[in-house]
């Protein structure tokens, strides 16, 4: 909105040039979002706790959590408004890339929403049920990958609509068929949704990993845009994709806002309705900018956590099928999952996890910048 207002003044007023460079504007949208939510945080806080949206326990989860229970959730509304709303303010909104990564925020966000509210509100132990829920979230992951078949983001003769690039081979794409180019983009989207989804067990955790990947993949999305930078680093260049800096900056913003009321012990909790939203923003960021395996990079310590969980219910179905229930029960791979769990279960403190776990979020993240030098 300030972008379509302020820049064409430029040609009148230099200092008004600022709004032509998407640096500015993503250091506008990271400190705008940072202050929104440090605005919006209380009010919301503070109405969650009046309407006693608190958070549930599980019985079997770790003993030092039962104190949490009644802890405001569904606070990822702060999420979603520091984000979205810096966004407006300082992209360019005719740039496709950032309709489509806002759009799939809302829509996660959204379905994490009636998540919460059918789970907290209503009293609905189970919340949405999982098959509607994955029903939400594979129909927007078929819409998008269709509509980058039929509408592709990269220039005709740069990369193929139906690829995706590899991070170790610069000169190699994957190319997949259209139908099963809209299958990788609906896993993708689940996954990533799903993933962050399940690493928001401790204070803090799935917030702090989610400023570091969002910090990252605007340094990815900001060189992406450039041509000068993709001649020097052989990277595809994507015209417009740089404007993806600035949603990728408020969601930074916005997370590290919700941090302050987030951290250990947490005054609120993000809920389906900030994982959700979170995880769907990342997968579609990395889809439009054709890193989807980048991904895995970056967010290593998501992925560890979703692997950890498939991993625990996989074996223990399959010895409760072939050798008894008593048996998968004292046979687990993880002394509980997710990962973070785990480790709680062998002594470590919450704010330990945490932490070291930050230090993993960090190391992935420069793991992902390193394939920038390779050739």
Known sequence: MLYHLLAPLGKQHLIFNLFN??????????????????????????????RKVGQVIRAEGPASHQGKRGTPTMGGVIILIATIVPTLLWAQLTNRFVIVAMLATLWMGAIGFLDDYLKIVQGKSRGLVARWKLVGQCTFGIALGLYLIYFPVAPVGEIPATATTL???????????????VVFVTMVITGSSNAVNLTDGLDGLATGLTTIAAGTFAFFAYLIGRSDATQYLYL??????????????ALMGA?????WFNAHPAEVFM????????????????????????????????????????????????FKRTRGKEYADGHRVFRMAPLHHHFEKMGWAEATVVTRFYILGILCALIGLATLKLR
Request: include cysteine.
């Open 21 to 50: 460079y998407i640096s500015f504007r993503a250091g506008a949208a990271t400190v705008t979002a940072l202050l929104l939510a440090f605005m919006v945080g209380p009010g919301i806080i503070r109405r969650l706790r009046e």
């Open 167 to 181: 991070p170790f081979f610069k000169y190699l794409v994957v190319n997949f068929a259209p139908w099963l180019f």
């Open 236 to 249: 595809f260049h994507l015209p417009g994709a740089g404007e993806l800096t600035i949603f990728c900056g």
């Open 255 to 259: 997370s590290l806002g919700f941090l």
């Open 271 to 318: 809920g389906d309705t900030g994982s959700l939203a979170i995880g769907g923003a990342i997968g579609t960021v990395a889809i439009l900018l054709k890193a989807e395996f980048l991904l895995l990079l970056i967010g290593g310590v998501f992925v560890a956590e979703a692997v950890s969980v498939m991993l625990q219910t996989g074996v223990y179905r399959y």
